[in-house]
């Protein structure tokens, strides 16, 4: 917290406490009947020292504003949000019926700059990395979903209003830095510490003032049903990484059975938010440009690494979050080589978005890489930065660079019983002991009967591992 916050908290604790000492003086006066001059003057004193209060608040309100920038933010977003209405780079979607949260249309100017920052993407990527590019349904099967985990865990919190606790100015320097700590954790909280800090602090409806229930979670998916019988369920992709993944056989095949490659998608993603707000920052249907690198996971090194290695920016490892400090500057062979970025490849990534977005004209200075903290992260995650820009309304993330490990890949051949994997080639022959369980079906069919099918297919299917134990 910075210093002067500091010092003005402390100077309206003392000065609350000395109205509070001379508000008894006055009323013990008035108790035991003093002189009129002397309680008129005990009074005037009380009202010189409210005065002296008030401007300590006054000073305190405009350090916190001035501290975040609130007031010139929205004075900004405001102007820059009508002038892109009034000149229709974006507007609600089905205005003349009142539009619905979370809906924009991009009108000609709008679609410019996207189309501008697509090709850009393009170029950057998936011509100058010579990416496999695919193009996939929208319509997803659940099948497809609830193997990958969505259907279970693509879920969110329901939240609450923070920012009238960061700037209670009745509230001690230590309380200010223990709520500002409590927000920085925010996304690390469970359900259930996330309901406990909501009773901790009070926190009711901003609008009502009602109690609020404990979080629960929200699945973020828009469930539909193909076909004109309904009796196959689907949902709107949340993301277009899982058409890569199904894919994966066939890209595979396509790059003459070599790793590493790299499938990229651009398309649209649905995703039923909780509260859609922040103009075009979370809404419920957008553009996402996905990609895939598929890497041998005993070997992430990157060929290409070097051409990243000396880049200098804004990093936000989860120790710095969990200690309460801010990002620094970090070389990004540093960050690799102390395993701050856990592998070559994931380093190589977050080193070409960052020239991405710079190139595209970020603000150096406002941008920085957030590292997920451990309940933060999404399911499928081994490692997770996000790239996140200042703006008008804080950090926001705009791209996530995850290590998803074989998690989807592995997912989606226990389902499909297709076998979605990558062969190496050995310079030299290998020989190396394997278990086969070969069931004895006549002896089988005497212990079991009808089940018979059933139990062979279950132990020939069976993994060594499980055989074993």
Known sequence: ?????????????????????????????????????????????????????????????????????????????????????????????????????????????????????????????????????????????????????????????????????????????????????????????????????????????????????????????????????????????????????????????????????????????????????QGLLRVREFTLAEIEHFVDPEDKSHPKFSEVAELEFLMFPRELQMSGESAKAIRLDEAVAKGIVNNETLGYFIGRVYLFLTRLGIDKKRLRFRQHLANEMAHYAADCWDAEIESSYGWIECVGIADRSAYDLRAHSEKSGEALVAHEKFPEPREVEVLVISPVKKEIGLAFKGSQKNVVEALESMKEKEALH
């Open 1 to 277: 917290m910075a210093a002067p916050e500091d010092s003005l908290r402390k100077a309206l604790a003392d000065k609350q406490s000395e109205v509070e000492n001379q508000g008894n003086q006055v009323r013990s006066l008035k108790a035991g009947k003093a002189a009129k001059s002397e309680i008129d003057a005990a009074i005037e004193a009380l009202n010189a020292l409210k005065l002296q209060k008030a401007s300590i608040e006054e000073d305190l309100q405009a350090t916190l504003s001035s501290a975040d920038g609130s007031v010139n933010r929205e004075a900004f977003r405001q102007a820059v949000s009508n002038t892109l209405e009034r000149r229709l780079f974006y507007i609600k979607s089905f205005n003349i019926y009142g539009g619905v949260a979370g809906l924009y249309d991009y009108g000609p100017p709008g679609c410019a700059v996207k189309s501008n920052v697509l090709a850009f993407w393009r170029q950057h990527f998936v011509l100058e990395e010579n990416m496999l590019e695919v193009d996939c349904p929208c319509v997803t099967p659940e099948v497809v979903l609830k193997a990958s985990g969505h259907v279970d865990k693509f879920t969110d919190l329901m939240d609450f209003c923070n920012d009238k606790l960061q700037k209670d100015l009745n509230i001690t320097a230590e309380k200010a830095k223990e709520l500002k700590h409590v927000l920085a954790m925010l996304d690390d909280f469970s359900a259930e510490e996330l309901g406990a800090k909501i009773k901790e602090y009070g926190i009711v409806s901003p609008d009502t003032k009602n109690p609020l229930s404990d979080p629960y979670p929200f699945n973020l998916m828009f469930q539909t049903s193909i076909g004109p019988s309904g009796l196959i369920p689907g949902y709107l992709r949340p993301e277009t990484a899982q058409g890569i993944f199904v894919n994966f056989k066939d890209l595979y095949y396509y790059n003459g059975n070599k790793l590493p490659f790299a499938a990229a998608q651009i398309g649209q993603a649905f995703r039923n938010e909780i509260s859609p707000r």
